[in-house]
Structures are given as C-alpha cells and as structure tokens.
C-alpha cells in the first residue's frame, strides 16, 4: 500500500490552486468539475501518482469557509534548505508562521507555513539526491 493523497476542503479553488503553485512550487496535475454534484476537485504536486502522493483540494459550491477543528495537525514537505524554502514563501506572498530552526527536542531543522484556509504545512530540512529525486 501508498498513500495516493491528502484531501483538504478549501473556500476559494483559485487561490488556493494559487497558494500551492506560486507560493510552494507545486503542479496543478488536474481538475475536475461536478456541477452536478456541486463540487469541483483540484490535484496538486511535486509528481503524480503512484511515484509521489498529490494533494486534492475540493471546493463545494457555496462554501467559503470550513472549521479547522481539532483533529488536523499538518501536511509535511521536504526541503533542501529550509531557510530559502522559507525565503521564497515570503517573497511570494505566503505565511511563515514558525521561523526555521531545530525541532524541540531535536535536531531536524522545520518551519511552519500556513495556507490560506489556515491548513498548517510543516517544511522539513532533508537532503534529496542528484537528480532530486530522492530523500537522504
């Protein structure tokens, strides 16, 4: 088994389609659309599956705004060198909301992003291959 994706519900598609490209270097993979169902779908990533999990945005028609609840901690995404990743956030437009350094207790170098609909994204520092492929 893989985890194909992660589905968050958002109250406005084109800026977070937005949020995830621009801000955090993702790929719009796909939509799709179901005005008969009232809602539509948007895949997102660093690669498509089966080789790299997505991330699905669902809008529902007339919803712009959801309870972030309890029970959601953070989506995690690896970065080569946390202190640029967050940088470029900045510069384009997005929410530091932990500044990098060591994880309590640790030693892994993370930040804190937060998306527009206040989904937490925790950048992690790890080192990728040559072709950048890959974790070490």
């Known amino acids: 088994m893989r985890i194909l994706h992660t ?3 958002v109250g406005d598609l084109q800026r977070s389609i ?7 270097g993702m790929k ?8 008969e169902y009232k809602y539509t779908l948007a895949f ?19 919803v712009d705004k959801y309870e972030m609840g ?3 901690g953070h989506i995690a995404i690896a970065a080569e060198n946390i202190y640029t990743a967050c940088d470029a956030v900045k510069a384009n437009g997005g929410n530091v909301t932990r ?11 993370i930040a804190f992003v937060t ?5 937490k994204i ?5 080192t990728f291959d040559g072709a950048g492929a890959g974790l070490r």
């Open 7 to 9: 589905m968050l519900r």
């Open 18 to 24: 937005d949020f995830y490209t621009k801000v955090l």
């Open 28 to 35: 719009l993979l796909r939509t799709s659309d179901n005005p």
């Open 44 to 62: 997102l990533g660093y690669g498509s599956n089966p080789d790299h999990a997505e991330l699905e945005l669902t809008y529902n028609y007339g």
């Open 70 to 72: 309890t029970a959601y």
């Open 99 to 109: 500044e990098p350094g060591p994880v309590k207790g640790g030693t892994t170098v």
């Open 115 to 119: 998306d527009p609909d206040g989904y």
């Open 122 to 126: 925790e950048l992690i520092e790890r």
